[in-house]
T-cell receptor, first 113, second 109 residues
Framework: NAGVTQTPKFQVLKTGQSMTLQCAQDMNHNSMYWYRQDPGMGLRLIYYSASEGTTDKGEVPNGYNVSRLNKREFSLRLESAAPSQTSVYFC????????????FGEGSRLTVL | SQQGEEDPQALSIQEGENATMNCSYKTSINNLQWYRQNSGRGLVHLILIRSNEREKHSGRLRVTLDTSKKSSSLLITASRAADTASYFCATASNYQLIWGAGTKLIIKP
């Protein structure tokens, strides 16, 4: 099983450009999450999707949009990238809610110049 | 906002020694989880302890939870070089996990 797959692994953008980070899981999980990780700050939740068809804002949603395309896929879009969005982005999934183990992708390292 | 706070921020020990990391949190929880992150990789789940449990073991890992003090500790016994990583606690309530900033553990050969 591939688990949670994120693409791309690395991306460099110029300020104002847009891009979409893709995430897919093959574990039939209901809930999916997007986090960003900055040095010394742990993980901060951007958006999550408790189940197919629903999305909710997390702690730091500004500047991002998400789409839960189907049960497998949950994408994160930066409409107009800013240097403050330079970070490592992680997608994660869980069978349901936060009552079990989160499975993480390998991360997408984004640099905005 | 960060709920879990790990202590210490960094820990360097000799191979074979035990490593203890602590996590404090602020609100009531369903469970508390510990994850490991190797440099440049995604996080990997280590162990989950429910709010009605006080201690749990998994291999060389021992986790305790004190809900009255809102704190947890992770003990890694007989450390190995491969244990070098960052360790994060996450507290779970409803649909969200809230993360601490992590403890960076270095095992010296």
């Amino acid at each position: 099983n591939a688990g949670v797959t994120q693409t791309p692994k690395f991306q460099v953008l110029k300020t104002g450009q847009s891009m979409t980070l893709q995430c897919a899981q093959d574990m039939n999980h209901n809930s999916m999450y997007w986090y960003r990780q900055d040095p010394g700050m742990g993980l901060r939740l951007i958006y999550y999707s408790a189940s197919e068809g629903t999305t909710d804002k997390g702690e730091v949603p500004n500047g991002y949009n998400v789409s839960r395309l189907n049960k497998r896929e949950f994408s994160l879009r930066l409409e107009s990238a800013a240097p403050s969005q330079t970070s490592v982005y992680f997608c994660a999934s869980i069978e349901q809610g936060a009552r079990g183990e989160l499975f993480f992708g390998e991360g997408s390292r984004l640099t905005v110049l | 906002s960060q709920q879990g706070e790990e202590d210490p921020q960094a820990l360097s020990i000799q191979e074979g020694e035990n490593a203890t990391m602590n996590c404090s949190y602020k609100t009531s929880i369903n469970n508390l989880q510990w994850y490991r992150q190797n440099s440049g990789r995604g996080l990997v789940h280590l162990i989950l302890i429910r709010s009605n449990e006080r201690e749990k073991h998994s291999g060389r890992l021992r986790v305790t939870l004190d809900t009255s003090k809102k704190s947890s500790s992770l003990l890694i016994t007989a450390s190995r070089a491969a244990d070098t990583a960052s360790y994060f606690c996450a507290t779970a309530s409803n649909y969200q996990l809230i993360w601490g900033a992590g403890t960076k553990l270095i095992i010296k050969p």
